[in-house]
């Protein structure tokens, strides 16, 4: 009797922890994915860089309108977000809503948000995509390994004149 009481409280215990654990790396992906879209909407190229693991893959895809890539290293992601920033140096994303699911020592973060902004040549963008994020935890970090914005809809409108 005491040996299955043990073993119970032992088990217990376990799912305890294991829930906690959990829990923390949620929170941690719940983190990262915030810094990513602070990052992103500062037109950070250097932080967002950050974001990513060496070998990450992003791919722009969907309603696009001539803005869509994929990007399979750093240094690609990093030519990318540079040409969109230069073309739209003021934009912001609202109505971000997401979810974040940890296995392992990966998560997935799933989720849509609105694009919305403007620029020298292009007066006005707005877009809606759905997007998913993989992350995998490296040295202590929660970076990207695999990152999608699939547009729903992109639209642009040129100046007048």
Request: net charge negative; aromatic share 12%; glycine share 10%.
């Amino acid at each position: 009797m005491v040996v299955a009481l043990v073993v119970l409280v032992g088990i217990f215990a376990y799912a305890l922890d294991g829930n906690a654990a959990v829990a923390s790396a949620t929170s941690q992906v719940h983190d990262a994915f915030a810094r990513h879209l602070s990052n992103f909407t500062s037109a950070n190229t250097t932080g967002l860089m950050r974001d990513y693991v060496p070998n990450a893959t992003l791919a722009w895809v969907g309603q696009t309108r001539g803005l869509g890539a994929t990007s399979d290293t750093t240094t690609l992601i990093g030519s990318f977000y540079s040409l969109f920033f230069a073309k739209f140096p003021s934009f912001s994303v609202s109505d971000v809503t997401y979810t974040v699911e940890v296995v392992g020592s990966g998560a997935n973060v799933n989720g849509s948000l609105v694009l919305l902004g403007g620029g020298p040549n292009i007066q006005t963008i707005t877009g809606q995509a759905v997007t998913s994020i993989a992350y995998v935890h490296v040295d202590g970090e929660w970076l990207i390994s695999s990152e999608t914005w699939n547009f729903v809809y992109l639209n642009t409108q040129r100046p007048l004149g």
